[in-house]
């Protein structure tokens, strides 16, 4: 009996290791609603990535389709520069201020009160500011320009008196009453135009509202800042050198706004300190197609006379690796990329001057940089 059960448990042993060796053979189907989609497909091995040199591999396709570009780069003998802080500021001969000579209260214009941005003509009545006058002085006057408006009623009633009388009446009387009915009438129109004048804000050149502190029926104080006008035609640009020697050595300058390159034409160096900076003033070309503001803080590349030899580059080729080391892809063969560390020197703010990493025909990733440091 128990030689049955044996041969009966061998028997099972044997029919479940038969199905289990043809179950994994077989593919398996998840049921319905429990499918989890095509299982991931491996790493492309053609793609762009890094290798293990550092260097980047990239095909040609990729490159085409990420609009990298690459210069071909020369050694050359560029100026030294320097880069500066500097500020815009208003031309003085195309610009001015408006601000009210007493303290009082503010009333539009015929043409209402300017805004900021708009334009405006020489001469044009910008606003009127009402005197601002004690209650006792106002009673103090109001109470002289009775007397003179009754002395001046005597004076009248007495140069007709003297007029019928003419005959015999000396002709210096007549006159000199004639004189004093005169003068008291223009003492009476002076101080009456006194306590109802306004005074008149006019806009001292032509061109644009600058900035406007303004409102109606705003109280001002004498000197306060009313409005500013500028010519956004004519700005000028203030940089501080900290070298007073650079302002006898000045070659060039120019002003980086974004990707634009815009040169600049030296006035001239001032002769006191500020911040211990000696101030350069120069004149920007076309500031109106730049849209600079008075007050903007911008950078100023100034380029001297003396020469340093250097690869111009242009400031996009520039990136930073894991180490924060400056860096420039080089395009070593046709798929093929190499980081190169330099060292390098401001030029005109959209070109730097490499000094040292990068030689003489290395062709150098300009647009796409980004793209290829990131890839990893």
């Known amino acids: 009996m128990k030689l049955k059960n044996t041969s009966n448990k061998l028997r099972w042993l044997a029919l479940c290791t038969t199905l289990s060796l043809a179950s994994a053979g077989m593919p398996s189907f998840a049921g319905e609603g429990h499918d989890h989609g095509a299982a991931p497909a491996l790493a492309n091995a053609n793609g762009p990535q890094r290798m293990a040199d550092g260097s980047v591999f990239f095909p040609k396709p990729a490159q085409r389709q990420l609009n990298v570009r690459t210069l071909l780069v020369e050694a050359a003998d560029v100026p030294r520069s320097f880069e500066f802080n500097g500020r815009v500021l208003m031309d003085p001969n195309a610009g001015g201020k408006v601000q009210p000579i007493n303290a009082g209260r503010i009333e539009p214009g015929p043409k209402g009160l300017p ?220 798929e093929k990329f190499e980081p190169r560390t330099v060292t390098f020197e401001p030029l005109d703010g959209t070109r730097v001057a490499v000094t040292s990493g990068l030689k003489s025909g290395d062709r150098v990733a300009t647009q796409g940089a980004t793209l290829i440091n990131q890839i990893r």
């Open 115 to 334: 805004t900021a941005g708009q334009e405006v003509t020489k001469g044009d009545v910008l606003a009127y500011v009402i005197p601002a006058v004690a209650p006792l002085e106002r009673a103090s006057q109001s109470a002289q320009l009775a007397e003179l408006r009754a002395a001046k009623s005597l004076a009248e009633k007495r140069l007709a008196r003297l007029r019928e009388l003419s005959d015999t009446v000396p002709r210096k009387d007549i006159e000199a009453s004639e004189s004093e009915v005169v003068s008291l009438t223009e003492r009476i129109a002076a101080l009456g135009g006194g306590l109802a004048s306004r005074e008149a804000l006019l806009a001292p050149v032509s061109g644009v509202i600058a900035s406007a502190h303004a409102v109606t029926g705003q109280v001002v104080d004498a000197r306060e800042l009313i409005f500013e006008i500028i010519d956004p035609r004519r700005l000028r640009i203030e940089a501080l050198a900290f070298d007073g020697t650079l302002a006898n050595n000045i070659g060039g300058a120019s002003l980086a706004i974004g990707e634009q390159h815009v040169p600049l034409i030296f006035i001239g160096a001032a002769r006191s300190l500020r911040e211990q900076a000696l101030p350069l003033n120069f004149q920007a070309l076309n500031p109106q197609a730049l849209g600079l503001a008075v007050g903007q803080p911008v950078k100023v590349y100034v380029q001297s006379k003396q020469k340093t030899s250097g690869i111009p580059v242009p400031l996009s080729s520039l990136m930073k690796n894991a180490a924060n080391q400056t860096v420039v892809w080089v395009k070593t063969a046709p």
